[in-house]
């Protein structure tokens, strides 16, 4: 039997993985689960799953939870940064499910490691802003971390069993985002709701808006050089709107290994949690014969330019990519809040990453740090944006001109 916790349990991932962990329960026990504001789902799952501890935010979550469970309860309750570290850092838990949003989740993530539990990661904000670190310190424990992402899921299928000397380069693919199809001068109006309305997957909102602004591709690619030791220049992306080929992997003597599937993240779940086995999911099968055609096309690097960015933070190396994290959360902020414009978050990320100082030795306190900077000189940015116009939607109207992203690199391909 294997005994697993979940950071982010009552987040999209977490749910999915509880429903995957629900289909064999002879096989996965639940040690720990940890979410943040939702204890009305939280005390649902305790009470369903009976695990021996669970975290959520902060003092007063943690009160109010102990008080639905009820005195006959035996889940202890922490809460807060310490509560969610010390619950990923639980004894005899085989593996951590790490599924929270956000920067939240590398400190939690890397406990889980420190305390030698393996490690199933949906969080790529953990790979993003200290991969080098935490696989270090994978590799010190012993502790393996599983690809929860889609997409890394796919390549590490593919690598699976074939000499790494043979990989000439992987291929992720993306689905384009619900704003594929749209004119580069209609992205400026777009709004929240639109933006939230992804064509393929049901995903929390900060992932779901990175979708839209392809940063979730950039984050990606930063994923996928840690995860596989890739030089970045060797990670590609083709858009492929039906989302049924998750990620490729190109050979050297031209064989191409893609992994397929439809779009159900209980599928890359099961495989983190169970690997090497398969489990029996009972999910549709993939009908190719009805799924008609698959198409692959370029990405567009001029209106979609997170992708550009996140391959400059990637070569920079060091804090840049935990900068450009921080400050493309602050923007997705104020995206969502309506305070600030869709085609304004690439510029926010930029000028924040553009911004950053060459750094002393990488370290975690040094990621620390730059996360907090870059969301404080993120935030000032909004505000000196904001104050400059309201956002301009389709419900407002159009607001005043405000000053462009001026940038001649723009449209550079990431090959
Ligand atoms: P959701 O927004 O649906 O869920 C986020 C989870 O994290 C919830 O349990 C939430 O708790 C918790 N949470 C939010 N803020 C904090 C915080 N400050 N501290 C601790 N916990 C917090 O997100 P997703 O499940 O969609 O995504 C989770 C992670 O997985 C992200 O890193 C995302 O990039 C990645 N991922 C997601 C995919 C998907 O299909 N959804 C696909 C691939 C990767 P509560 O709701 O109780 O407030
Ligand atoms: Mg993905």
């Known amino acids: 039997m294997k005994t697993l916790s979940i950071l982010g349990s009552t987040g999209s991932i977490g749910t999915n993985a509880l429903d995957v962990i629900a289909r064999d329960e002879a096989e996965f026990s639940v040690a720990g689960l940890a979410g943040h504001s939702n204890i009305e789902l939280l005390r649902k799952q305790i009470e369903r799953f009976r695990p021996k501890a669970a975290a959520v935010a902060d003092e007063e979550k943690a009160a109010a939870l102990v008080d639905m469970l009820g005195s006959s309860s035996r889940t202890s309750v922490l809460f807060g940064e310490e509560g969610y570290r010390e619950l990923a850092a639980l004894k005899d838990v085989d593996m951590v499910i790490s599924a929270m949003s956000g920067a939240a989740?590398?400190?939690?993530?890397?406990?889980?490691?420190?305390?030698?539990?393996?490690?199933?990661?949906?969080?790529?904000?953990?790979?993003v802003m200290a991969g080098d670190l935490v696989?270090?310190?994978?590799?010190?424990?012993?502790?393996?971390?599983?690809?929860?992402?889609?997409?890394?899921?796919?390549?590490?299928?593919?690598?699976?069993?074939?000499?790494?000397?043979?990989?000439?380069?992987?291929v992720l693919t993306a689905s384009g985002g619900p704003f594929f199809r749209r004119d580069a001068a209609d992205l400026e109006a777009v709004t929240p709701r639109?933006?939230?309305?992804?064509?393929?997957?049901?995903?929390?909102?900060?992932?779901?808006?990175?979708?839209?602004?392809?940063?979730?591709?950039?984050?990606?690619?930063?994923?996928?050089?840690?995860?596989?030791s890739m030089d970045v220049d060797l990670i590609d992306v083709v858009i492929h709107p039906e989302s049924i080929v998750h990620s490729m992997v190109v050979y050297r003597d031209g064989s191409v290994l893609a992994q397929m599937g439809i779009p159900d993240m209980r599928i890359p779940i099961a495989y983190a949690i169970s690997y090497p086995e398969r489990m029996d999911l009972a999910l549709p099968e993939l009908d190719l014969s009805a799924a008609g055609a698959l198409t692959f096309l370029s990405p567009d690097y001029e209106k979609f330019p997170c992708m550009r960015i996140a391959g400059e933070a990637a070569r920079r190396g060091g804090t840049a990519p935990a900068v450009l994290n921080a400050a493309n959360e602050i923007a997705v902020e104020a995206f969502l809040a309506e305070r600030l414009r869709f085609t304004d978050i690439p510029v926010i990320a930029e000028e924040t990453l553009r911004a950053l100082e060459r750094g002393g030795t990488f370290s975690m306190k040094a990621v620390l740090a730059a996360d907090r900077w870059a969301r404080d000189h993120a935030k000032k940015r909004v505000d000196t944006m904001q104050k400059a116009g309201p956002p301009r939607t389709k419900e407002s109207g159009p607001a005043p001109a405000r000053e462009s992203n001026n940038n001649k690199d723009s449209g550079r391909k990431i090959q």
């Open 135 to 170: 696989l270090e310190k994978a590799r010190s424990r012993g502790v393996r971390i599983l690809p929860v992402d889609s997409e890394h899921s796919a390549i590490f299928q593919c690598l699976e069993g074939h000499p790494r000397r043979g990989v000439r380069k992987l």
């Open 194 to 228: 639109e933006a939230l309305r992804h064509p393929n997957w049901r995903m929390g909102s900060k992932i779901t808006i990175d979708s839209a602004t392809m940063m979730n591709k950039g984050l990606e690619i930063i994923e996928a050089m840690h995860l596989f």
């Open 105 to 127: 989740g590398l400190l939690p993530t890397m406990a889980a490691v420190e305390a030698g539990s393996d490690v199933a990661l949906a969080n790529k904000e953990t790979m």
